[in-house]
């Protein structure tokens, strides 16, 4: 079913005079770095509406989408403290004071499993409090969202001099801009699955996709394999008018990704490298799809 031809473009070749706004969430297949190659290959209508029902920490849609937009995601957690940036009950001063309390806290106890991390792991699983989530998330593993059915099971990131002042600020920041950025335009953050949050979207819409990626990361919230895969993949088969873009993995050192043949569309590549150890000889490479259809 997919045809066309495969356009290589290199993030640093590619130039982009806009700022990329950094939302106070992290996740890991986190898109902020590829920001301007998304950018560069949509087109938007600014009277359309944004559909974005695998948000994760939102950062394409925050720089991407126009005055209307209707993000989702299956995590309840991430909607609500996106929730409360819209209506104002986490502002950018409530959370200074939240993380220097925290902070303080987290800087007086030990590496180990009795870190203080764990103690707000265990109060998030029962109160889920929105600012004991930007707390773990920025002082975990690798900023990693992963939930079992015991509920939020990322481990400690081993700095207990995690809030220095300087992060502190630049959290604080984070959540300034994105606040203004949510206030500023005509944007919803609701709790759904994908199926369910794009069922009112029209062909005036347009539909950012970036699902987890089979064979790389799938454990966010719940789970997704092939057959969810699958079942997205012919949901925008069927739904031939709707406009979207996919982000996928589409090659590394070792395979192809074969679930990218499944989708229609156009599809654009971007290669970034990284490095195993901080050897130039460990330098490995990734490529990243977009399918524009
Ligand atoms: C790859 S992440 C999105 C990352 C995001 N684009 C970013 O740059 O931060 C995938 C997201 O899909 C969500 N998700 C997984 N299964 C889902 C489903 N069935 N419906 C809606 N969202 C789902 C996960 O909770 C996770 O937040």
Redesign the pocket.
């Known amino acids: 079913m997919y045809s066309q031809q495969a356009l290589a473009l290199n993030f640093d070749e590619q130039s982009s005079s806009e700022k990329t706004l950094v939302?106070p969430?992290k996740?890991?297949?986190?898109?902020?770095k590829?920001i301007p190659f998304i950018r560069e290959n949509i087109n938007i209508n600014t009277a359309s509406t944004w559909f974005?029902?695998?948000?994760?920490?939102?950062?394409?849609g925050f720089n991407l989408a126009p005055y209307n937009a209707i993000f989702?995601?299956?995590?309840p957690y991430?909607i609500d403290f996106y929730n409360c940036l819209k209506h104002k009950e986490i502002t950018p001063e409530i959370v200074r004071e939240y993380l220097e309390k925290e902070g303080k806290k987290l800087a007086s106890t030990p590496t180990d499993k009795s870190s203080y991390y764990y103690e707000v792991r265990d109060r998030f699983n029962k109160e889920h409090n929105p600012l004991d989530f930007l707390f773990l998330q920025r002082s975990n593993f690798n900023g990693m969202?992963r939930f079992s059915k015991n509920g939020y099971n990322v481990p400690f990131g081993r700095k207990p001099n995690r809030f220095r002042p300087a992060l502190i600020t630049k959290i604080v920041n984070q959540v300034e801009k994105t606040q203004e950025k949510i206030l500023d335009n005509n944007w919803t953050f609701i709790c759904?699955?994908?199926?369910e949050?794009i069922k009112q979207a029209t062909t005036d819409d347009f539909i950012?996709l970036?699902?987890?990626?089979i064979g790389r990361?799938t454990d966010?919230?719940?789970?997704?394999n092939s057959e969810?895969a699958n079942k997205l993949a012919n949901y925008f088969n069927e739904h031939i008018d709707l406009h979207f873009a996919l982000?996928m993995w589409y090659k590394n050192k070792y395979r192809k990704n074969d679930h990218i043949s499944k989708w229609r569309g156009n599809m654009v590549t971007n290669e970034h490298f990284y490095y195993l150890g901080g050897h130039e000889t460990n330098r490995n490479s990734i490529t990243e799809a977009l399918i524009i259809g």
């Open positions: 939302p969430i996740i890991q297949g986190i898109k902020t590829l974005e029902p695998f948000m994760g920490s939102g950062v394409v989702s995601d299956v995590n991430i969202i759904s699955n994908w199926e949050a950012y970036d699902p987890p990626y990361n966010y919230y719940t789970s997704w969810d982000s």
